[in-house]
């Protein structure tokens, strides 16, 4: 039986089968609580003898948003996944999934997740119709089981191939697969290691819609490598490095945050030629709030870089800096504030440090 079977990783004994089937039966409903999140971590830790590859994460992940698990190669993200589906036991701390712990109420926690790993476990024998009626019978799904079926083809796109052997297809449309076999069952929470892996340009898209569909009803914990696709749909972002929270929260906050003294802009000013650099450079550093990173003449034009305050004060530090240009009878041709990059946050939170700047254990 492939590894992303509901069951997978726990024992087969008489008393395991007998518990599965009364959670099924039951809906799993009976003392269930009302959660602060739909994913809770404490001190997390997974430890491969000596070395930890999950070391002491704490965070947290809202309902209904869709949310970005970062880091880069070997920090640790797979390892958490596992962990969260119920794939591998923590060595110590807690994790929860809506409330039950993914250790002792596992049956309950997998009940509420879909899991998508990075390659999909599918039967390339059946095909993708029974494949997926299949699998919701084994996630609980007794009644409508057909139109949670059709449903799950209809929103992956792959209602066409439906009558195909899974072995007969691409990979972009077997990870679309394994897609709707995450969502058949219409789970609280989604967990997708990079699910984008092997789609054409078209369907990443598509699958970008999907995403911020999907978070209507359920949370999606998206793991991915490309940066892009975290800034078009995810608004919060959990980024882990070398096993550790390197940062956690709303995308916008985590950016304005760590993007350091507020926002830099691009700024432009038609300067005469009995002007020089430095005296533009005097001009804008008078401004209160504003630092001159640069300045450079580019023919008739002296281009700057600054950066203002972020929040409340941009716009008027922007002002300012507009009514001292206009004042010396400098002609403002541009004046553009860059986006907040995600790419320049990663980089500075997880780019490889000498070993006297590593953080204490």
Known sequence: MPMGCFNAGTRRDSSFLRGFRA????????????????????????????????????????????????????????TT?????????????????????????????????GYMPETAPLYPELRV??????????????????KAVDRALELTDITDMQHRLIGELSKGYRQRVGLA???VARPPLLILDEPTEGLDPNQ????????????????????????????????????IDRGRI?????????LAELQGAGRLVKLAVRLPEGLSEEALRALLKGIDGVVVESVEREGALGRCALRVPSGEAEAAALEAVVRACVGAELGVRELTPQARSLERVFQALTEPKSPSAERPS
């Not at 992940?61 to 070997?74: A, E, R, T, W």
């Not at 029974?130 to 019978?137: D, I, K, P, T, V």
């Not at 390197?246 to 985590?254: M, T």
């Open 204 to 239: 990443v898209l598509k699958f970008r819609a999907l995403l911020k569909d999907l978070a209507r009803e359920a949370t999606v914990f998206l793991s991915t490598h490309i940066l892009s696709e975290v800034e078009a749909v995810c608004s919060h972002v959990v980024i």
């Open 181 to 183: 076999d995450a969502i």
């Open 246 to 254: 390197a940062a956690q929260g709303p995308l916008s906050e985590v």
């Open 129 to 146: 119709r029974e494949y997926l009626s299949f699998r919701a019978e084994l996630k609980g799904v007794t009644r409508d089981r057909k």
């Open 81 to 113: 996944l596992k962990i969260l589906a119920g794939f591998l036991p923590p060595s110590s701390g807690v994790a929860r999934i809506d409330g039950y712990d993914v250790v002792e109420a596992s049956l309950e926690a997998r009940r509420r997740l």
């Open 23 to 78: 959670a099924l039966d039951t809906g799993g409903r009976s003392g269930e609580r009302a959660p602060s999140a739909v994913i809770e971590t404490e001190h997390l830790t997974r430890s491969y003898g000596a070395r930890k590859a999950v070391d002491g994460l704490t965070f947290s992940v809202p309902g209904k948003q869709v949310v970005g698990f970062l880091g880069p190669n070997g920090a640790g993200k797979s």
